[in-house]
């Protein structure tokens, strides 16, 4: 299922991939992420978008599928658009209200937390982040970064 861009535009280049719920995969997903990194996206974009990839895809694994079976799969797209790339993260797991997280959380860099980080990361690399629960059951992590 594909959310879309508030515009008609089409996208330059778009791919998606389908793994399972395993950590060992995250070789795999940045593997193919690296057909993005050309432009338009420049290469700081591309290695922030690499960093938010690898957070989301990690995320779904140790928190969204902690208590799933491993052959719960994660859906993974991205769409490069002329000013932008997009990228969607789909779990299975048990939904979360990332703006409350992200609100609750020091605005400063705790060094000593024990989680969190990573969702902080991604909110300072993104233009765009959102987490929202879609009809058939699946979440949705949403990055947009402007390039």
Same mark, same amino acid.
């Given at each position: 299922? $594909?959310?879309?861009?508030?515009? $008609?535009?089409?996208?330059?280049?778009? %791919?998606?991939?389908?793994?399972?719920?395993?950590?060992? %995969?995250? %070789?795999?997903?940045? /593997?193919?992420?690296?057909?993005?990194?050309?432009?338009?996206?420049h290469?700081? %974009?591309?290695?922030?978008?690499?960093?938010?990839?690898?957070?989301?895809f990690?995320?779904?694994?140790?928190?969204?599928? @902690?208590?799933?079976?491993a052959?719960?799969?994660?859906?993974?797209?991205?769409?490069?658009?002329?000013?932008?790339?997009?990228?969607?993260?789909?779990?299975?797991?048990?939904?979360?209200?990332?703006?409350?997280?992200?609100?609750?959380?020091?605005? /400063?860099?705790? $060094?000593?937390?024990?989680?969190?980080?990573?969702?902080?990361?991604?909110? @300072?690399?993104?233009d765009?982040?959102?987490?929202? @629960?879609?009809?058939?059951?699946?979440?949705?992590?949403?990055?947009?970064?402007?390039?």
């Amino acid at each position: 299922m $594909t959310i879309f861009r508030a515009s $008609t535009l089409k996208p330059l280049h778009q %791919a998606f991939l389908q793994v399972s719920t395993d950590l060992d %995969a995250l %070789a795999q997903v940045l /593997e193919w992420f690296d057909q993005f990194n050309h432009p338009p996206i420049h290469s700081q %974009a591309w290695m922030q978008c690499q960093l938010a990839v690898a957070e989301g895809f990690t995320n779904a694994v140790r928190h969204a599928h @902690r208590n799933l079976s491993a052959e719960t799969l994660i859906d993974l797209e991205v769409q490069v658009f002329e000013d932008s790339i997009e990228i969607r993260i789909w779990d299975q797991g048990a939904s979360f209200d990332l703006e409350k997280r992200l609100k609750d959380m020091p605005p /400063e860099w705790d $060094t000593e937390a024990e989680g969190g980080r990573g969702l902080r990361l991604m909110q @300072r690399i993104s233009d765009t982040l959102s987490y929202s @629960r879609l009809p058939d059951g699946r979440n949705c992590l949403s990055i947009i970064k402007k390039v």
